[in-house]
Structures are given as C-alpha cells and as structure tokens.
C-alpha cells in the first residue's frame, strides 16, 4: 500500500491551523491523518539552500580575514625598505 499523497492546499491549510490558529501539531496530526513527523516538517522550513549561502559567505569572510595580515606584513616591509632607502645620504 502507497502512502497517500497530499495537495499542497491540504498541506497549506494543515501548516495554517498550527501556525496561525495555534493548535498544536499532534492534534493537527491526528484529525488529518498524518504522522506527526511529516507534519513538523512541514511546519518548519528547509533551510539547506539558505544555510549553504550563509556558509559560502562565511567561508569567504574567513579567507579575507587570513590574508589581511599577510598583506598588512608585506605593505610594512616594503615600507621600512623604503624608509632604509631614502635615509641613505646620497654619494
């Protein structure tokens, strides 16, 4: 036996009456005839898609920060070569 498939406005409305009309997902479960699981689910979004752009950004932060003090190392060296450059008295 298949497990039965739900419009998304059944879906829809079951998500509103926990949502908006505040009754609870057990109860909402038990009068529509879905496990509780697949209605919790429902209730609560996916967020992979957002949880992977927030993780390439921060990825990305992470990469930027590390390099910033390379480049500030390298912007002071070729500073103090210059200070010792022009502080030799000409011949």
Known sequence: MS?????????QEAVRQIV???HSVAEVSARIGVSVHSLSKAVTPD??????????EAKSEILRLRAQPRRTEEERDIL??????????PE
């Open 20 to 22: 908006e009309r505040g």
């Open 80 to 89: 103090k070569k210059a200070t010792r450059y022009f502080a030799e008295e």
């Open 3 to 11: 497990t039965p498939r739900f419009t998304p406005e059944f879906k």
């Open 47 to 56: 967020r992979t898609e957002e949880q992977a752009t927030e993780l390439a």
